[in-house]
């Protein structure tokens, strides 16, 4: 019985041994890989598309079927495409997957820069229009320069927001080296930021940008109340302009950029020069 089982065992090697032997000699030399290291070959839209009637179709799906689908492109994401809506005056980003299944709100965050990818996009958009500037309440509450002076640019601006700081510093030196140029101020708290609200209707109630300047140090401010609409209007205004962002410059021609700006840039912006 033994020597039966041995045998067997030995004809059932040998078989599988030449079965793997004839594979050899008749597999095609170029070798089998599971998938492309590129991914249609570096190119997705060679095996992934979508058009504005799929994109709306998802819109549907979601109950905000009345948005508008103003443009679809890939995303810094591979795997994601990048639609630009309309939703009744207000733009904004989804990202829907390859699959079709799937919609993320974002926002996009870079690790390596802390770049928010979707703000830089939805920047791009907003600087393609020009806005209301007479809309704008002018003077403000907040002026960095010469209230008098003959350039006045309007700054929507969060009191959490560190690019916000860092665009502050670099107003400060336009106005150090320009006295016709006064940026007005508007504090604009975004809800990601969860005290950037009562900040905000503290430095408006103070009238006071060292206030302002405190909190983008991240140094501690009191907090004071007022009887102000002053914050709920500069929201409702920007929602308005479709500003969506901080920080955002608005030019008195109503030129709209989104994000930082070096002081050279800010100066260029000013005179509209590209």
């Given at each position: 019985m033994k020597k039966s089982m041995n045998k067997k065992f030995f004809l059932g090697s040998a078989l599988f041994l030449l079965g793997f032997a004839l594979l050899v000699l008749v597999a095609p030399r170029k070798p089998i890989q599971a998938f492309s290291p590129t991914g249609c070959e570096g190119d997705c839209t060679k095996c992934h598309t979508i058009n504005n009637q799929e994109a709306k179709g998802i819109l549907q799906g979601l109950k905000i079927a009345q948005a508008e689908v103003l443009g679809i492109?890939?995303?810094p994401i591979k795997g994601l495409w990048e639609v630009t809506i309309n939703d009744r005056g207000k733009r904004g980003i989804l990202y829907v997957d390859f699959s079709k299944q799937f919609v993320l709100p974002?926002?996009?965050i870079e690790v390596k820069t802390g770049a928010n990818k979707t703000q830089e996009m939805l920047g791009k958009i907003q600087e393609k229009k020009k806005v209301d500037f007479s809309k704008i309440?002018?003077?403000?509450?907040?002026?960095?320069?010469?209230?008098?002076?003959?350039?006045?640019?309007a700054v929507f601006t969060d009191p959490d927001c560190p690019f916000c700081s860092k665009l502050h510093v670099e107003l400060e030196r336009v106005v150090q080296e320009r006295s016709d140029v006064a940026?007005?101020?508007?504090?604009?708290?975004?809800?990601?930021?969860?005290?950037a609200y009562w900040k905000s209707k503290s430095i408006v109630c103070n009238r006071?940008?060292?206030m302002l300047e405190e909190a983008f140090a991240q140094r501690p401010i009191p907090r004071s109340e007022c009887d102000t609409k002053e914050i709920d209007n500069t929201i409702r205004l920007a929602?308005?302009?479709g500003i969506s962002g901080?920080?955002?410059?608005?030019a008195p021609d109503g030129r709209?950029?989104?994000?930082?700006?070096?002081a050279k840039q800010v100066l260029d912006f000013i005179q509209g020069t590209p």
């Amino acid at each position: 019985m033994k020597k039966s089982m041995n045998k067997k065992f030995f004809l059932g090697s040998a078989l599988f041994l030449l079965g793997f032997a004839l594979l050899v000699l008749v597999a095609p030399r170029k070798p089998i890989q599971a998938f492309s290291p590129t991914g249609c070959e570096g190119d997705c839209t060679k095996c992934h598309t979508i058009n504005n009637q799929e994109a709306k179709g998802i819109l549907q799906g979601l109950k905000i079927a009345q948005a508008e689908v103003l443009g679809i492109q890939m995303s810094p994401i591979k795997g994601l495409w990048e639609v630009t809506i309309n939703d009744r005056g207000k733009r904004g980003i989804l990202y829907v997957d390859f699959s079709k299944q799937f919609v993320l709100p974002g926002p996009i965050i870079e690790v390596k820069t802390g770049a928010n990818k979707t703000q830089e996009m939805l920047g791009k958009i907003q600087e393609k229009k020009k806005v209301d500037f007479s809309k704008i309440p002018l003077p403000s509450v907040l002026i960095l320069g010469n209230p008098r002076a003959s350039q006045r640019v309007a700054v929507f601006t969060d009191p959490d927001c560190p690019f916000c700081s860092k665009l502050h510093v670099e107003l400060e030196r336009v106005v150090q080296e320009r006295s016709d140029v006064a940026f007005h101020i508007l504090l604009f708290p975004l809800a990601m930021h969860k005290d950037a609200y009562w900040k905000s209707k503290s430095i408006v109630c103070n009238r006071s940008v060292k206030m302002l300047e405190e909190a983008f140090a991240q140094r501690p401010i009191p907090r004071s109340e007022c009887d102000t609409k002053e914050i709920d209007n500069t929201i409702r205004l920007a929602e308005s302009l479709g500003i969506s962002g901080t920080p955002t410059l608005v030019a008195p021609d109503g030129r709209v950029h989104v994000g930082y700006l070096a002081a050279k840039q800010v100066l260029d912006f000013i005179q509209g020069t590209p």
